[in-house]
């Protein structure tokens, strides 16, 4: 396997670490708490980057079935970060977070444990 697909994946399983980390936390806390956030940042950073690696690692067109799966679930991810940190910075963390921005963390989540899943059946299957 290309090296820069082996460093891909060790940094998308970090990615899923962090993601997962945050949806408990969210979910625990229903708060935008810098316990959830800044796993979730990370998160979305190492997502960037493992994705960037892959594409560039990958002999496949980036246009694959995957590749759109991932794109929207990484887009779907950033824009979840994006509403939660406005939100923390407009109420701090006393509000606990509106029921609709919850549905669409959890929404983004599995949507994003979705991309992941078919990735590794893609390792699998090769």
Not at 68 to 96: E, H, P, Q, T
Request: glycine share 6%; net charge positive.
């Amino acid at each position: 396997m290309n090296t820069l697909l082996t460093v891909g994946i060790i940094i998308v399983n970090l990615a899923l670490i962090a993601y997962t980390t945050a949806f408990i936390t969210f979910t625990q806390k229903k708060r935008a708490v810098n316990k959830a956030l800044i796993p979730l940042s990370i998160g979305v950073a190492l997502d960037i980057c493992a994705t960037s690696l892959m594409i560039l690692g990958s002999s496949h067109s980036f246009l694959s079935t995957h590749g759109l799966i991932g794109y929207s679930s990484l887009v779907a991810m950033i824009v979840d970060c994006i509403l939660l940190w406005k939100f923390r910075i407009k109420y701090n963390s006393k509000g606990s977070i509106p029921q609709y921005l919850h549905w669409y963390t959890r929404i983004a989540y599995c949507w994003w444990i979705c991309a992941y899943a078919a990735g590794i059946l893609i390792v699998a299957t090769r």
